[in-house]
């Protein structure tokens, strides 16, 4: 009787012990990953927004729950558009602040609660990740922007708004120049696909830009910045070689120089002692 309550008792065991790693694990492997709230925020928001990293092409949102309130920021998120139509002051105001539209983000309620969660958690700092695009070509970016390509989707060249490094455009919209180093890969993405700037948007939203058009478009304007700072690097390169160079044209000038003169002193002495005698 012993030996079969023993034999039985095993199976039972391995299942407590099975049982209890399975809740003991649960909490560890969902600890690994980030909370909800903020998955979506690095997805949709991060492109644009940091939470305690500074300003970006909007608003550091730190503290923003209570500057603002649950319920306008929640109505803000959901839609934004429609807070301007009824002219709310606060939503214009950041409209004529940061010269460009929240556009809508399409969250559902939860995510919304979601990612308000997150921002009154108040998290330290939150660099915008890259986000997830295709590999561009500068190359097609390039001509995509000065218009020797065409969109897709019928939308009219950037060089027809903008100017960048050194080319010069229209001046509807400001020199893209410093743009890519402001937002990086992400920010470019994320404005050139929701449209953000309130000029850009009765201009492409029937004419959107490709994913693939974003893409180059991004590469072209990293490109330009990694060749600019490229090129300060050699003018500095090339300003100190000639700074050298300067150096040892002057020693070898000055040398023969001081050669010269002593030589003539010591002819001049020579002729003195010669008259003398």
């Not at 909800?36 to 949709?44: I, L």
């Not at 695009?133 to 218009?147: E, H, K």
Request: aromatic fraction near 8%.
């Amino acid at each position: 009787m012993t030996k079969t309550r023993t034999t039985n008792s095993i199976p039972i065991a391995v299942s407590l012990i099975i049982i209890i790693n399975t809740f003991l694990l649960i909490p560890q492997a969902s600890a690994l990953e980030p909370p909800y709230g903020e998955k979506v925020f690095n997805q949709k928001c991060s492109g644009c927004h940091t939470v305690g990293g500074g300003d970006k092409i909007g608003p550091d949102l730190k503290g923003v729950i209570d500057r603002r309130g649950e319920d306008w920021v929640f109505s803000y998120i959901e839609n934004p558009e429609k807070m301007k139509e009824g002219e709310d002051p606060i939503a214009l105001e950041l409209d004529a602040k940061w010269q460009m539209s929240m556009p809508s983000l399409g969250l559902s309620e939860s995510d919304i609660r979601a990612v308000m969660d997150y921002l009154k958690a108040e998290p330290i700092s939150t660099p915008a990740p890259e986000a997830v695009i295709p590999d561009g070509d500068a190359t097609t970016g390039a001509r995509l922007f000065n218009g020797k390509t065409k969109f897709a989707n019928g939308g009219p060249a950037c060089i027809n708004c903008h100017s960048f490094g050194g080319t010069s455009g229209g001046t509807l919209g400001p020199d893209l120049s410093g743009f890519y180093s402001k937002v990086g890969k992400a920010g470019v993405f994320s404005v050139l696909e929701s449209i953000a700037f309130p000029t850009m948007r009765p201009i492409y939203k029937d004419n959107p830009l490709a994913e693939y058009e974003i893409a180059d478009l991004a590469e072209y304007l990293a490109g330009a910045v990694i060749n600019r700072n490229n090129g300060s690097g050699m003018l500095y390169g090339y300003g100190l070689a000639g700074v050298i160079i300067l150096l040892i044209l002057s020693t070898i000038i000055w040398k023969d120089r001081h050669k010269n003169v002593r030589e003539n002193l010591i002819l001049s002495a020579s002729r003195g002692r010669e008259t003398s005698r």
